[in-house]
């Protein structure tokens, strides 16, 4: 249910710190050891309701043309019950679980039994075998970056059976879209309660794994750090990456061939939104090696946040722009659309250029040039589990001396661009802009929060250098 966004200010390690990095993150690493009634509530909140949000958002659509409001009104007045709701609900279908059992053996396939050749031939682009950022236990995982070539097998036989073979229709997924749903929903519980499980009973590594003492916590929380199968079956990469993000540009490519089916044309409000998400899931594959060093790999446990999230909130609710624009094909005004595009891509780039900005300073330890200047930083020293000092900097130069987490202002500048050009007419496409601001403003609280209880006063001094979080000048 996260965004791919990196964690924490951009920072770079003396060498001297390095040989400490295990003990130095024993303090800092992950979820909770302990659970207060705040987060329990909240765990319980998500658990019992986020399934509901996601049926009600798909229901509204399928029976109300996606009104927020209809399905409320006509039950408190009477006009329907529960029951004839629910009994209108699709459900599941032989050929949806054959659909999507051939879909996650797919990409479990590519992923497992297929290296990555695209780094062989694509300037720039870093995959095959790379490490990740050492875990708590002090152990190094290899994984076998190979997202990119993924996407692009998978979309060039989607194409090929569009325009060639003709196996399936391209609406497919909007055919069986809630009978899906169902099967999503397996698939999530199902690998949640098996990583719990295997915590409990075979973790990969013990050392790796946290328990609170509490069932509904360490069950959406996770227990696991980096629960695998195998030298090679990452749970957090596979289930982050695959099937979710792939199944994204897919999904709306599906919605925008339902589109021309019913409505003779698709609109530029469905080719916006099926360009400016297909950036961002391309950025996410090229740049997936850089994704290990995120917080959902170097912070986040495995357990039903990511295992049902990634299978069933992501493909679900972050599609819910271009699924609107099946029931209601809006057709914007080229300034309109133009001013969307603008959004989008000025996001992306803000987006982009700010990641890159903080990789460049990491790799380098601070020897580089942030827009055309020697960047300014704030020399730090805080004290690891043993009792160690270590130094490292903050970077105040560039995006980074504007706010804190401009990565992330970026990121909500293109979320606003998808729902923008759906137009006015209904509340449900911008429900995405609405998380996003959560989840992101929530993450930097406790990214802030992390880092304040690791640096202490010299975070005080970067906080003072760089006064503001997401909105320069503003907050």
Known sequence: MAAKSLHDAPKTKSPGSIANSRAATQGQWGRAWEVD??????????LLFAPFIVYYFIMACDQYSCSLTAPVLDVATGHARLSDIWAKTPPVTKRAAQLYTLWVTFQVLLY???????????????????????????????????GLQAWLITHLLWFANSHF??????TIIFDNWIPLLWCANVLGYAVSTFAMLKGYFFPTNAKDCKFTGNFFYNYMMGIEFNPRIGKWFDFKLFFNGR????????????????????????????????VLQAIYVLDFFWNEAWYLKTIDICHDHFGWYLGWGDC?????LYTLQGLYLV?????????????????????????????????LFRRTDGRCLIWGKKPKVIE???????????????????????????????????????????????????FYIVYMTILLTHRCLRDEHRCANKYGGDWERYTAAVPHRLLPGIF
């Open 243 to 274: 099937p979710g993000i792939v199944a994204w540009t897919l999904i709306n490519l599906s919605f925008a061939a339902k589109q021309r089916e019913l409505h003779g044309q698709v609109t530029n409000a469905m080719v916006l939104v099926n």
């Open 327 to 359: 029931y209601h094909p809006v057709q914007l005004s080229a300034p309109h659309a133009a001013g969307v595009l603008l959004l989008g891509l000025l996001g992306y780039y803000v987006f982009r250029m700010a990641n890159h900005q903080k990789d």
């Open 165 to 170: 073979l003709s196996w399936f229709s391209p």
């Open 37 to 46: 009634w705040f987060s329990l509530a909240s765990v319980l909140f998500l």
């Open 112 to 146: 497992v039994a297929l290296p990555d050749f695209c780094h062989k031939f694509l300037p720039g682009y870093v995959g095959g075998v790379q490490e990740g950022a050492v875990t708590p236990a002090g152990v190094v995982n290899k994984y076998e970056i190979n």
């Open 312 to 316: 069933v909130w992501l493909p679900y």
């Open 380 to 430: 730090c020293v805080y004290t690891s589990a043993d009792g160690q000092k270590h130094h490292t900097k903050l970077l105040v130069s560039g995006f980074w001396g504007m706010a804190r987490h401009l990565n992330y202002t970026g990121d909500l500048m293109g979320s606003l661009a998808y729902c923008l050009a759906c137009g006015g007419g209904h509340l449900l496409p911008y």
